[in-house]
């Protein structure tokens, strides 16, 4: 069966650069989640778009922007990065409606140097 | 107080013994829990999903719940070496139509051959 697709799998940046992860969902889910997972800790949710919308709103730093696409892909865009950044970065897909369960991709590993 | 807790462990039990992992939650309108295994480095894969309390099973995982006592537990029978891995619990947060998974801190597994 068709997962959750992430690229890059892995991403090495500077302080202050920029970087785009990109998230295409199983085929038929409309909702898009992201989180971010640091260093020995749990995923923390940052964001998610149902039907190309916003939907909700974590603990998503300000330089941080994402969208959903006609195509139901997401991209998160991240800027002025941070060494803080350097996490797990994950995207999952369900479908739409309360208590879908959340398919996770393989994640993008952020490295900041 | 984290909204999902969970003993981080490790637990450790003999090949063929039954895993018993543990959840607690403080929002008692909660209405949808879910147990993620993730191994190093991987994506959270989800196992199972509950709603209503009780138990369900699947193969060789039970998961139950009891609402009133906000709490949710995972058993896996016949425990393998390919088991061993960090569990983690998470509770669905929202009431449109999306909702953001809060996870606990995961419980490491160990299962000793």
């Known amino acids: 069966a068709a997962g959750v697709i992430q690229s890059p799998r892995h991403l090495i940046k500077e302080k202050r650069e920029t970087a785009t992860l990109k998230c295409y969902p199983i085929p038929r889910h409309d909702t898009v989640y992201w989180y971010q997972q640091g260093p020995g800790q749990d995923p923390q949710f940052l964001i998610s778009f149902y039907e190309k919308m916003q939907s909700d709103k974590g603990s998503i730093p300000d330089r941080f922007s994402a969208q959903q696409f006609s195509d139901y892909h997401s991209e998160l865009n991240m800027s002025s990065l941070e060494l803080g950044d350097s996490a797990l970065y994950f995207c999952?897909?369900?479908?739409?409606?309360?208590?879908?369960?959340?398919?996770f991709g393989d994640g993008t590993r952020l490295s900041i140097l | 107080q984290k909204e999902v807790e969970q003993n981080s462990g490790p637990l450790s039990v003999p090949e063929g013994a039954i895993a018993s992992l543990n959840c607690t939650y403080s929002d008692r309108g909660s209405q949808s829990f879910f147990w993620y295994r993730q191994y190093s480095g991987k994506s959270p894969e989800l196992i199972m999903s509950i709603y209503s309390n009780g138990d369900k099973e699947d193969g060789r995982f039970t998961a139950q719940l009891n609402k009133a006592s906000q709490y949710v537990s995972l058993l896996i029978r016949d425990s393998q070496p390919s088991d061993s891995a960090t569990y983690l619990c998470?509770?669905?947060?929202?009431?449109?139509?999306?909702?953001?998974?809060?996870f606990g801190q995961g419980t490491t597994l160990q299962v000793k051959p």
């Open positions: 998470a509770v669905l947060f929202g009431s449109s139509n999306t909702g953001k998974l809060i």
């Open positions: 999952a897909s369900s479908l739409g409606g309360l208590n879908q369960p959340q398919h």
